[in-house]
């Protein structure tokens, strides 16, 4: 059964950091894609970011280029995102997600439950 465990939400600051994580079991993590999306109140999901299977290539939304960072380490199933100079409009529960799509824009097929993040003004 393929989990995915988004974790490292929480209430910041506007120009604040955090580094969300997302654990992976059930799958051949090494083979696949990860990505990360999020859905503000009232919003359809968005895509944040992609890595592909091997790390050597990424896609960032507008929305967060140059503030956002995706890495994994296939050594312990894990992808992170780190978040910097965040804004009151990155508040939203973000999404972990894999698939095996070639690109970092997905398709994805396994969603993880979400995690919230908060970003006070």
């Known amino acids: 059964q393929v989990q995915l465990v988004e974790s490292g939400g929480g209430l910041v600051q506007a120009g604040g950091s955090l580094r969300l994580s997302c654990a992976a079991s059930?799958?051949?993590?090494?083979?696949?894609?990860i990505g990360w999306f999020r859905q503000a109140p009232g919003k359809e999901r968005e895509f944040v970011t992609g890595?592909?299977?091997?790390?050597?290539?990424?896609y960032y939304g507008d929305s967060v280029k140059g503030r956002f960072t995706i890495s994994r380490d296939n050594a312990k199933n894990t992808v992170n995102l780190q978040m910097n100079s965040l804004k009151p409009e990155d508040t939203a529960v973000y999404y972990c997600?894999?698939?095996?799509?070639?690109?970092?824009?997905?398709?994805?097929?396994?969603w993880g439950q979400g995690t919230q993040v908060t970003v006070s003004s």
């Open positions: 059930g799958l051949a993590f090494s083979s696949y894609t």
């Open positions: 890595i592909s299977w091997s790390g050597g290539s990424t």
């Open positions: 997600a894999s698939g095996l799509a070639r690109s970092p824009v997905g398709p994805y097929r396994y």
